[in-house]
């Protein structure tokens, strides 16, 4: 089977890390790279998360690449009240064995992008500072890269970390602006109008108990803050939904638009579009395809329960 080179982008959480896992049962996917950013954590947390979860997964051959250490101008905020201190809610998964890789994030995302030239997928997952300084160092990146899938970004709908703002824009409003702004082959943002449609429910969390899969088993450890301390009913795949629109973009409706990005004041991360850009706004998900193809490949039962996350994150 052809495979698809992809580069990830993570500032590895409890989302991150679950699309890390679903990308890993995705037979159609080489992941070629992952790079790690301040985010939901700390880049250091955010690396070593993301070496944890892939060794949890069995993918330990995957080069890791530490990124930025904070936005480039704006002031660092977390997601801690989300993802718990550690971004992985406390589950202890075991130490991996492995080393980052040797050179920065965005030095390569550059290399991949040489390497595959018009066949890399980017997938970024977290506030896109990686992103912004690859662009800066070179330019030409966005020839080389035949799509991005963006989470980020509240088009039609409230923001999840500010009435107006979602978190991953609104940590990096710089670089948000110029990621979009850039002249790429395709691009769609995943925002929270599809994401926040996406709910892994609680009933399905604890029918998975009994797991055996490490997948599910990764879903189960990650999850027990979320649906136990937290008592949430539903958890919101935001960043699985963006990697699986990576590959198969009949998950979504989309419109071409304008997008920018406020980058402070009262509105900083608030994403404003007007018709007729080269950004493809995801506005519809076939929600219940996509949950489904996500507990099939991380092997937990399916439940339908649309209204699980109806509570704020």
């Not at 590895?12 to 301040?38: C, F, K, M, N």
């Not at 890789?101 to 997938?123: K, M």
Request: charged content about 20%.
């Amino acid at each position: 089977m052809a495979t698809t080179p992809v580069f990830v982008d993570v500032d590895t959480g409890l989302d991150d890390a679950l699309a890390l896992a679903l990308l890993s049962r995705t037979p159609e996917v080489e992941i070629v790279g992952v790079g790690t950013v301040a985010g939901n954590v700390p880049v250091g947390f955010s690396t070593e998360n993301t070496l944890r979860v892939l060794s949890w997964c069995g993918i330990e051959d995957i080069p890791v690449y530490r990124g930025a250490s904070r936005p480039l101008v704006a002031p660092y905020q977390d997601a801690a009240h989300v993802h718990g201190g550690d971004g992985l809610g406390g589950a202890m998964l075991p130490p991996s064995s492995r080393n980052i890789a040797d050179f920065a994030a965005p030095d390569a995302l550059v290399r991949a992008a040489r390497e595959y030239s018009g066949r890399l997928v980017l997938i970024t997952l977290g506030p896109l500072t990686n992103i912004a300084i690859a662009l800066s160092l070179y330019p030409e990146l966005t020839e080389h890269i035949h799509g991005v899938s963006v989470m980020g970004g509240a088009y039609d709908v409230a923001g999840n970390i500010t009435p107006v703002a979602e978190f991953n824009i609104y940590v990096d409003p710089d670089a948000a602006n110029q990621v979009f702004a850039a002249p790429w082959r395709e691009i769609v943002a995943v925002g929270l109008d599809v994401t926040h449609r996406t709910i892994l429910p609680r009933r399905g969390w604890e029918e998975a108990a009994q797991a055996t899969e490490p997948v599910a088993q990764l879903a189960r450890k990650l999850l027990a803050r979320t649906f136990g301390e937290r008592d949430m009913t539903g958890f919101y795949l935001h960043d699985p939904l963006a990697a699986a629109i990576a590959l198969d973009g009949s998950l979504v409706k989309t419109q071409k638009r304008r997008v920018a990005v406020v980058r402070d004041g009262e509105g900083r991360g608030r994403t404003t579009s007007t018709a007729g850009g080269d950004v493809a706004v995801a506005t519809k998900v076939d929600a219940a395809r996509f949950v489904r193809l996500f507990n099939e490949r991380l092997a937990l039962p399916h439940i339908d329960d649309t209204g699980a996350a109806a509570r704020p994150e």
